[in-house]
């Protein structure tokens, strides 16, 4: 079974990718190391979005995140919490970082502003 913790503190691990360099298994991907099996990193505004959606978990705003981004806002969190990194009491909409992987929540979110940054050439 799949360790939550584990699998977020490899993908931490990993360096990024230098500028120009073709993103492969021996650096950070977060669509591969962190979001399994949705293939976000095509669009720029998945990666986007996707940072704001954790923003807006770390910050407990997932509601506004919605109300301003409309349903590819809430689809995030559900794919959140379809990979387990968040949990939630009635709805994934409001959801909160899964406590296991709390403290990494901001470094994961950097890491990705930064892969981000790198992928799309900012």
Partial sequence: MDNLRQRIEAALAKPLPEENQSIHAGVFNPW?????????????ASDDLMIAALEAVRD??????????????EF??????????TEYGTSPRGGWPDPDVKD???????????????????
Wanted: proline share 2%; no cysteine; charged share 25%.
């Fill in 32 to 44: 591969r190391d962190v979001i399994k099996y949705i293939h976000g990193g095509y669009a720029k």
């Fill in 60 to 73: 407990g705003k997932t509601f506004e995140l919605i109300d301003s981004e409309g349903f590819a806002a």
């Fill in 76 to 85: 995030m969190l559900y794919v959140l919490s379809g990979h387990g990194l």
């Fill in 104 to 122: 990494l929540w901001q470094p994961l979110i950097d890491k990705w502003k930064a892969f981000s940054k790198i992928h799309w050439n900012e």
